[in-house]
Every structure is written in C-alpha cells, then in structure tokens.
T-cell receptor, first 115, second 115 residues
Framework: KQEVTQIPAALSVPEGENLVLNCSFT??????LQWFRQDPGKGLTSLLL?????REQTSGRLNASLDKSSGRSTLYIAASQPGDSATYLC??????????????FGQGTILTVHP | DAGVIQSPRHEVTEMGQEVTLRCKPI?????LFWYRQTMMRGLELLIY????????DSGMPEDRFSAKMPNASFSTLKIQPSEPRDSAVYFC?????????????FGEGSWLTVV
C-alpha cells in the first residue's frame, strides 16, 4: 500500500527566505506526483504536476523535483512571501491502477511566512 | 469555467439524520472523485466514477455511505444515518481523460458537522 510522508509538518519562516518542503513515498511505481496548495477553509489548488518520466517542473517561484527511484520529491519556494502561507500537500498516482486521478496524499506541511 | 461546484458548503446535522452532499463537475470532465479530509486521517479517496459509472468504492467507510452519478453533470454522496465520526470536509474533484498529465480539480468542499 502506498504511503506518502511529508516533512516538516509545519514550518515558519521570515519573508524573503528560500525554503524546501519534502515528500517521500514508499512505492516508486507511480504515474505522477502533484503538489497542491490548500488555504484555510478552501479546496485544493494544483501547483505543479511531475510525470514519472520527468525530473522537475517549474512555475514562477516554485520548483518541484522528483527522484522516483528513491521515492522523493521536493518543493522549492524562492523568495517566500506572506501570501505563500498555506498548507502544501504532496500526492501521487500509482501505476497499474485504473485511474490517473486516484491520488494518495501526504498529511501536508503547514507553511507560515511572516513579514 | 466555474470550476467544481459543491453544496452545501457547510452543514450541521444531528446524529441519525440523513445527509446529502452534491457536486457538479467541470463540464467535459469524465472522472469524478469524492474525497474526505479529517485531521486524523488526512485526505482519503472514498469513491470515483468514470463516465458516470462507479469504478472503485473501496474507500467508502461503510454501508451508511452511498454515492451516485445519474448524469455527467451531477453526483451525490449520501450518509444515512449520520454519526459524529462522519464530521469532516468532503471534497469533490474532477478531471478530463485518463492520462498521467491530467490535472485534477477540486471543489471548495462541504464542511459537515454531526452533533
């Protein structure tokens, strides 16, 4: 059974810092990995999707990397801003399943960026 | 597009009552997912549909839970009878097609409290 772990569970940083969120998964046979953002009282917004054949994806100040063989992914946020404060969730889709949307989520990292 | 629309956004009900949660997926999406989020267990997939047909309901906790998708633009998740441990945020999500690169879009959730 796939298990996804995110470290740290919470992170508080001053504005402007570069930071790294970590995600690990136990079964390396995945189709893709996604990073989501969840604001309090809101749904999830997809930030980056990395397919199993890819090593990284970038969007603005966000960069996500994937090392499928070791079961790890990192989300790098450059020059953090208070607006980045949210919960960040990592999720994988296992290979061999019948749907590419059947996600297994980590517990998330609660990020607080203070001015 | 309006995104995935869920109703009600918030519901408080008494134990033993029937609860019906509703979802309208994004037009043209052929996959629909119901997830549940709790502090203890994080995000869990309950059931998903492809072209209105339930594909995997292994995440449905027990017989008190049922889900239907009578057409491509509407789905319901019903809990009967409800119990306090069902209190959670229930998310509906949808995606187009079955390719690894497809993003899954989440609604803003239905916040259920059973007292």
């Amino acid at each position: 059974k796939q298990e996804v772990t995110q470290i740290p569970a919470a992170l508080s940083v001053p504005e402007g810092e570069n930071l790294v969120l970590n995600c690990s998964f136990t079964d390396s046979a995945i189709y893709n990995l996604q990073w989501f953002r969840q604001d309090p009282g809101k749904g999830l917004t997809s930030l980056l999707l990395i397919q199993s054949s890819q090593r990284e994806q970038t969007s603005g100040r966000l960069n996500a990397s994937l090392d499928k063989s070791s079961g790890r992914s990192t989300l790098y946020i450059a020059a953090s801003q208070p607006g980045d404060s949210a919960t960040y969730l990592c999720a994988v889709v296992n290979a061999g399943g019948t749907s590419y949307g059947k996600l297994t989520f980590g517990q998330g990292t609660i990020l607080t960026v203070h001015p | 597009d309006a995104g995935v629309i869920q109703s009600p956004r918030h519901e408080v009900t008494e134990m033993g009552q029937e609860v019906t949660l509703r979802c309208k997926p994004i037009s043209g999406h052929d996959y629909l997912f119901w997830y549940r989020q709790t502090m203890m267990r994080g995000l869990e997939l309950l059931i998903y549909f492809n072209n209105n047909v339930p594909i995997d309901d292994s995440g449905m906790p027990e017989d008190r839970f049922s889900a239907k998708m009578p057409n491509a633009s509407f789905s319901t998740l019903k809990i009967q009878p409800s119990e306090p441990r069902d209190s959670a945020v229930y998310f509906c999500a949808s995606s187009r097609g079955a390719r690894p690169g497809n993003t899954i879009y989440f609604g803003e959730g239905s916040w259920l409290t059973v007292v």
